[in-house]
């Protein structure tokens, strides 16, 4: 190797350690969750200050899928017919498990149940979880909870079903964390989500 190339890959190794430390000090601190359906979801994620509260900056909302196949084509879908029930919608009343080995903190029940399609009045039914490590959860547009304030659960175990109510437009579940008073960004464990 000659001086030349090695002096172009320390300068490239040098750069790349350099951006590598500069986004790790503007990147979110992450909470590793557990998956909270065990059937295929894809999450569109909130972006930091777009919605104002602890919970929704960074949070993602979820919606359970099923593969479909129709016409010799197949591919993945939210509903079925034309979404306009709550009934069409594949994530309805799925269970929703828990990301993490926590403790109930709060519960709070919205008692109406959104159309598709026409938002809903805030707020919207959701579990507050607290991790060992003092970081808090949400899990909103839940309904049936299985859980009360003051248990303890595990991840992956049962917490509630999927609803539509609150400020929401369709079933799904919205998940946020946040330590003190920072906005903590979802990342999946891998690991854990379900093969089908």
């Not at 149940?113 to 839940?142: C, R, W, Y």
């Not at 859980?147 to 049962?158: C, E, S, Y």
Request: hydrophobic residues 35%.
């Amino acid at each position: 190797m000659t001086s030349k190339a090695r002096l172009l890959g320390l300068a490239l190794f040098v750069s790349l350690t350099t951006n590598t430390q500069a986004q790790s000090r503007t990147s979110p601190d992450q909470f590793l969750a557990h998956p909270i359906f065990s059937m295929s979801y894809k999450c569109a994620e909130h972006a930091s200050g777009e919605l104002p509260y602890l919970g929704d900056s960074l949070g993602q909302d979820c919606v359970p899928e099923e593969f479909v196949k129709k016409d010799g084509r197949a591919f993945m879908r939210a509903f079925k017919s034309d979404g306009l029930t709550n009934e069409d919608w594949y994530g309805w009343n799925q269970d929703v498990l828990s990301p993490c080995d926590c403790e109930v903190v709060n519960i709070h029940i919205n008692p109406v149940t959104n159309q598709p399609g026409i938002m809903g009045e805030p707020p919207a039914s959701a579990i507050t979880l607290k991790a060992p490590d003092g970081v808090f959860i949400v899990l909103a547009h839940i309904q049936s909870p299985s859980v009360k304030k003051g248990d303890t659960v595990k991840a992956g175990q049962l917490l509630a079903k999927v609803g539509n109510n609150g400020m929401c437009r369709n079933p799904h579940i919205h998940i946020g964390a946040w330590r003190e008073k920072e906005p903590l960004q979802i990342r999946w464990n891998q690991a854990k989500i379900p093969i089908v």
